[in-house]
Structure formats: C-alpha cells, structure tokens
C-alpha cells in the first residue's frame, strides 16, 4: 500500500518561473492538505482540498499561488512567478475522511529552491 | 483560531534517560485532537501520537506517551528510554473540526540524544 507519493522532491526555478508541485494522496484517501515549511520553522497550512472541491483556502497567499484536486490525477499545487521567498519545503498530507483524530499521512515532501 | 507553543527551541537528554518535551495549546473549540510528529534530518514527517480533547487516559505509543493536562492546556510528549534515533525536530499540532481538521503546528523544539 502505497503512501502519500510527492513529486518531484527537490525543484530549483529561477525568480519569474512557474513551480508544479504534484501530489498523490493514499489509496483510498479524497482529503489532500497542502502545508509549507519555510527554513527553521514549523509546517503552515496552505489549503485543504477534496476531489474537485478546494474545501478550505485561509492559508493561501492571495496571489501567484493555486490548488487543485481534480477528479482524476494527483493535487497540484502551482506557484506563478517564483520569487525566493518561496523557497520552501511543501508537504502534502491526506486522510481517508476529515474526522477529528484521523491521522493525516504525510507526503516526503517537495524542497523548492528559487534562484 | 488555534494556537500551538512549544517553548524549548532545543534539548538534550542522554541516551536511555527519559525525556519530555513541553506543548500548550489554545482554543476556543470543545473538541480538538492533539498530535506530535518527529522531523529528522532527512525530512519527512512522522506521526507519533494523538490525543482527543475528551479521552480519558492519556494516550501511549510504545516509548511514546502524552501528558495531557487539559485544565493547563498542555500535551507534553514524554519519551522514554531516548535512543540515538530519537534524534530529531518535534513538533506538537492540533486540529478541531472548527478548523476544518487543518493542523496547526508549534514551531518545534530540536531534541539531541547523547551517546
């Protein structure tokens, strides 16, 4: 059984560049949770997703970045025009149902680095 | 909203001695869950252990075990028997259904095991 699948793991894009960063949740799994991890921090949530539906998007930053969690295929997350603050780890998570305990399972993570 | 500390930005325990690393929280929700994750140096994150607002018994994972205090606002994470693997950044997070079952994450506190 397949864990969370992020590709690619490490990504370097120069300033102005567009960043795709894909996630395949677990078998089974319809919640997608996207967190970034800026250097020496703690993970922030981004947007929680399920299949077509962007659920919770408070954490976004209003502009250059998207989500989505199409019907088929992996959730994208996509950053316009990198600048280098972006430079961040992102992890994606998922979980079978949104339930109050119910382990979010962590992709390994995509290291973005903008030049 | 929610909020997670952790106080001990690093610690130090030798190996085989009990360790316990401070959380507190806050919220305005009446059920939330409580969970620590390990960070190593490679990067991914692992789910240790959680604990619902309402259980009873404080919850235990084999060397894991989280001291809920729930009048203090507190999930302490005792690990018992440190190993040179315990090694590592942990962070201690929450979720609620009012968040939408996002996890908020502490910023961290680096534990180092010494030989």
């Known amino acids: 059984n397949a864990g969370v699948m992020q590709n690619p793991r490490h990504l370097v894009r120069r300033r102005g560049q567009e960043a795709r960063l894909r996630c395949s949740p677990m078998?089974?799994?319809?919640?997608v949770y996207w967190y970034r991890q800026l250097p020496e921090e703690g993970l922030k949530f981004m947007v929680y997703l399920q299949k077509e539906n962007i659920i919770d998007e408070s954490g976004m930053p209003k502009e250059r970045f998207s989500a989505e969690f199409p019907k088929e295929g992996p959730s994208i997350l996509r950053i316009q025009q990198v600048v280098r603050g972006d430079s961040a780890a992102y992890f994606c998570?998922?979980?079978?149902?949104?339930?109050?305990?119910?382990?979010?399972?962590f992709g390994p993570g995509t290291r973005l680095t903008v030049t | 909203a929610q909020k997670i500390t952790q106080t001990q930005p690093g610690m130090f325990v030798q190996e085989k001695e009990a360790v316990t690393l401070d959380c507190t929280y806050d919220t305005s929700d009446p059920s939330y869950g409580l969970f620590w994750y390990k960070q190593p140096s490679s990067g991914e994150m692992i789910f240790l252990i959680y604990q619902g607002s309402y259980d009873q018994q404080n919850a235990t994972e084999g060397r894991y075990s989280l001291n809920f205090q729930k009048a203090r606002k507190s999930a302490n994470l005792v690990i018992s028997a440190s190993q040179l693997g315990d090694s590592a950044m942990y962070f201690c997070a929450m979720s609620s259904q009012g968040s939408n079952y996002k996890l908020t994450f502490g910023k961290g506190t680096l534990l180092t095991v010494n030989p």
């Open positions: 078998k089974g799994h319809s919640h």
């Open positions: 998570a998922s979980s079978k149902i949104g339930l109050l305990g119910g382990e979010q399972y």
